[in-house]
């Protein structure tokens, strides 16, 4: 069991690995959607806190960076502030490469989203991704005796 939960806190797998390693490991597949979604809500909302700063310093990285960022997105500004919460909530609950709660959460930070707003979205987004997993898995590896 404690494999599954570094699996879990590992920002490259998060649920899109460690629910199918949870479930083929034996935990009952709700309890491990309730345990991914909880590591990742509990590791994802106060790495955004921390970030959110971040982006606001001036660095040799993070200020050049920061500004390309600003001008590409200061034409469409009224757009992005419109449709930023549904985007991020996208952005996380799809489960595919690229995308995921720590992509949504340097959206966030690079936007200077509202952080009650964004952790919302944020949230909603891994419980949906976490839950299009679980019936993922649960589907193949409902399937598996049958080829056999």
Same mark, same amino acid.
């Given at each position: 069991?404690?494999?599954?939960?570094?699996?879990?806190?590992?920002?490259?797998?998060? &649920?899109?690995? =460690?629910?199918?390693? !949870?479930?083929?490991?034996?935990?009952?597949?709700?309890? !491990?959607?309730? +345990?991914? $979604?909880?590591? =990742?809500?509990? $590791?994802?909302?106060?790495? +955004? !806190?921390?970030?959110?700063? %971040?982006?606001?310093?001036? #660095?040799?990285?993070?200020?050049?960076? /920061?500004? /390309?960022?600003?001008?590409? %997105?200061? /034409?469409?500004?009224? $757009?992005?502030?419109?449709?930023?919460?549904? =985007? &991020?909530?996208?952005?996380? !609950?799809?489960?595919?490469?690229? %995308?995921?709660?720590?992509?949504?959460?340097?959206?966030?930070?690079?936007?200077?989203?509202?952080? &009650? /707003?964004?952790?919302?979205?944020?949230?909603? =987004?891994?419980?949906? %991704?976490?839950?299009? $997993?679980? #019936?993922?898995?649960?589907?193949?590896?409902?399937?598996?005796?049958?080829?056999?």
């Amino acid at each position: 069991m404690s494999g599954i939960m570094e699996i879990i806190l590992a920002s490259v797998w998060d &649920v899109r690995i =460690g629910i199918p390693v !949870a479930l083929l490991n034996g935990v009952k597949p709700f309890w !491990a959607l309730f +345990l991914v $979604t909880l590591c =990742g809500l509990s $590791t994802v909302i106060p790495a +955004l !806190a921390l970030t959110k700063h %971040t982006f606001k310093k001036e #660095g040799a990285f993070v200020s050049p960076l /920061r500004n /390309r960022l600003y001008r590409a %997105t200061r /034409r469409h500004r009224a $757009t992005i502030d419109r449709y930023a919460y549904l =985007g &991020v909530f996208l952005l996380v !609950a799809l489960p595919l490469p690229g %995308t995921g709660p720590w992509m949504g959460m340097l959206a966030v930070a690079l936007l200077e989203m509202e952080f &009650v /707003r964004a952790s919302m979205a944020l949230a909603l =987004g891994i419980i949906v %991704t976490a839950s299009i $997993t679980l #019936g993922i898995t649960e589907g193949i590896l409902s399937l598996i005796p049958l080829l056999g």
